[in-house]
């Protein structure tokens, strides 16, 4: 299973949808996740797992994408290898892709302190 942060992508688009999610996920510490490379189960268990978060989950047989805030995002992480005990590789890759949001409770995208860094 691969997974990508498509969060700053939204930044790019200039159709009015687009910037308007873009807005709402700066404001409120939210990021966007795509994952591919699965199969019929792990979709499931992916969905399954992202809404138990309050993550909001579009799916097709070729990608899923999850709009997360940031605290469910390191939940993901957590609880991934619990979940997915066959893909730690991904378990890696949403490492790498949180700590791109969080360096000592600062937000990095967008300079925002976070509450417990206060």
Known sequence: MLVQDITSSLAQATDFASQAL?????????LVLRFSDYNREQQLRLTQLCQQLDGVVLASPEQLTVLLNQTAGRQLTHQWSRVFTDQATTQIQLTQIMKQYDVFGKRVSTGLISPRSR
């Open 22 to 30: 873009n807005a709402q996920v700066q404001r409120q510490q939210q």
